[in-house]
């Protein structure tokens, strides 16, 4: 079946962060965050992997991944931080390995599908911003979970890389469930296959890249845009709203 149901609450103290959001993603499918600075995209993602605790529950094919130890959790689910480049002795092989329940095999077929395995004896410290951005993913893969959790892949890297992440996640999500927060609303609208915009900690809208309305857009990010078909794509074109 492989279906991940989300229905989370989350507060941090007095301030709330979300409120009953709630989703399904299934095997085979890339859901996009997108959402205005601060809306709760980061915290969400937070939640569905356990760093922080939510109300509410997230389950993969019925099992509560909140209550699982760390080791089960980490088949299920693995969460892809927003990217800086630790600066510590690690070769890249090393850093893929650290801190996961890979074994060496593992890892050889993960730094193989990103393309890193030549490179594995490097220092990380020696990669770019988006060559770093793989050997994350590499990490990721090599634990083997069912889905993979990115908050903004994509936040550093220039057109090409970018895409290159993209083309990837699009391909892991044939055999995973892939949910990244994106930014970048073009790219959401081309590569997933569904969109959750949360707003002020609410899930505003949940659709096809084909059923966003630049009247959402207007809504919840405050800019005017229009919607235009280039190539077979649908493209946004914001602008700023007059006042
Ligand atoms: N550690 C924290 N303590 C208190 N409040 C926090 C904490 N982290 C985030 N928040 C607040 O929770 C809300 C949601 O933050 P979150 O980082 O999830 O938003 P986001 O959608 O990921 O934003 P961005 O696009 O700017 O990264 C914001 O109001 C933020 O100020």
Redesign the pocket.
Not at 35 to 44: D, E
């Given at each position: 079946m492989s279906r991940l149901e989300v229905s989370v609450s989350f507060a941090?103290?007095e301030?709330e962060?979300l409120r009953e959001v709630e989703f399904t993603a299934e095997r085979g499918e890339f859901l996009a965050v997108i959402?205005?600075?601060?809306?709760?995209?980061?915290?969400?993602l937070?939640c569905m992997v356990g760093i922080l605790r939510p109300k509410g529950r997230v389950t993969f094919d019925g099992r509560n991944i909140l209550e699982l130890k760390p080791r089960e959790r980490a088949k299920l689910i693995t969460y892809v931080p927003q990217s800086s480049i630790p600066e510590f002795a690690f070769t890249i092989e090393e850093f893929v390995e650290l801190g996961t329940y890979a074994t060496r095999g593992d890892v050889e077929g993960a730094l193989k599908r990103v393309g890193l395995w030549e490179r594995r004896g490097e220092q990380i410290t020696a990669l770019s911003g988006g060559e770093y951005q793989l050997a994350l993913i590499a990490r990721a893969l090599a634990q083997g979970s069912e889905t993979i959790l990115l908050?903004?892949p994509t936040s550093h890297l220039d057109i090409n890389h970018a895409l290159g992440i993209m083309e990837l996640l699009r391909e892991l999500s044939g055999e995973k469930v892939i949910i990244a927060?994106l930014?970048d609303l073009n790219l959401a609208l081309r590569y997933a296959d569904r969109l959750i915009l949360?707003h002020g900690?609410r899930k505003a809208w949940e659709g096809k890249p084909d059923e966003l309305e630049p009247e959402i857009i207007e809504r919840v990010y405050g800019v005017t845009a229009r919607i235009v078909e280039v190539d077979g794509h649908r493209v946004i074109l914001p602008e700023l709203a007059k006042v």
């Open positions: 941090y103290g301030r962060a959402g205005p600075n601060g809306a709760g995209k980061s915290t969400l937070k908050d903004e927060v930014h949360l900690g």
